[in-house]
């Protein structure tokens, strides 16, 4: 009974390095998010799928990627890591309007 | 400004009862949730409310909705030790995202 599960736990960056933060939801779930979390700023939406194959940007969208290539995997990618990407970031799949979320990535780029 | 509003924080005494307010801004949403995250956790769906109801219960939760001046409230009766946390009030835009409060931080005080 895995639901939502985000690799790493934790990371630590230097400014320019890419990385990919894994998400995977065994839950059948057509739509999946990433959102990060900055203290008192509340969840940010980056990017979103609504089905294999589809994805659209959030609201911060800037300096990150994405791809669905099964329903099952929503990988998020940095590829110049910056300052202002450090933060706690939130995978999470939905059906029937209820979200399920990922116990969260926490990455800081020095 | 942030489309969902909430006051960041809230002290309250064990067996009190705890009272979340949060006011938003979209009169289209048509779901209103509460999400809690306690330390190094994701989020956790406490209870949500269509926005054709004005109130629901679920045990110590009681939700209320005021559509006209746009308020929800989570009102946690008998609050214990367990549940200091972060609340987060969402609503739900048309398309299945969410937007997101920045989080009202309570701390029970024995």
């Known amino acids: 009974n895995a639901g939502v599960t985000q690799t790493p736990k934790f990371r630590i960056l230097k400014i320019g390095q890419s990385m990919t933060l894994q998400c995977t939801q065994d839950m059948n779930h057509n739509y999946m998010y990433w959102y990060r979390q900055d203290p008192g700023m509340g969840l940010k939406l980056i990017y979103y799928s609504v089905g294999a194959g589809i994805t659209d940007k959030g609201e911060v969208p800037n300096g990150y990627n994405v791809s669905r290539s099964t329903t099952e995997d929503f990988p998020l990618r940095l590829e110049l890591a910056a300052p202002s990407q450090t933060s706690v970031y939130f995978c999470a799949s939905s059906q029937n309007r209820v979200h399920h979320f990922g116990d969260g990535t926490r990455l800081s780029i020095l | 400004g942030e489309d969902v509003e909430q006051s960041l924080f809230l002290s309250v005494r064990e067996g009190d009862s705890s009272v979340i307010n949060c006011t938003y801004t979209d009169s289209s949403s048509t779901y209103l949730y509460w999400y809690k995250q306690e330390p190094g956790a994701g989020l956790q769906l406490l209870t949500y409310?269509?926005?054709?109801?004005d109130m629901k219960q679920d045990q110590r939760l009681t939700v209320l909705l005021n559509k006209k001046d746009k308020h929800l409230s989570l009102r946690i009766a008998d609050t214990q030790t367990g549940d200091s946390a972060i609340y987060f009030c969402?609503?739900?835009?048309?398309?299945?995202?969410?937007?997101f409060g920045a989080g009202t931080t309570v701390t029970v005080r024995a």
């Open positions: 409310i269509f926005s054709n109801m």
């Open positions: 969402a609503e739900s835009m048309s398309d299945y995202k969410l937007s």
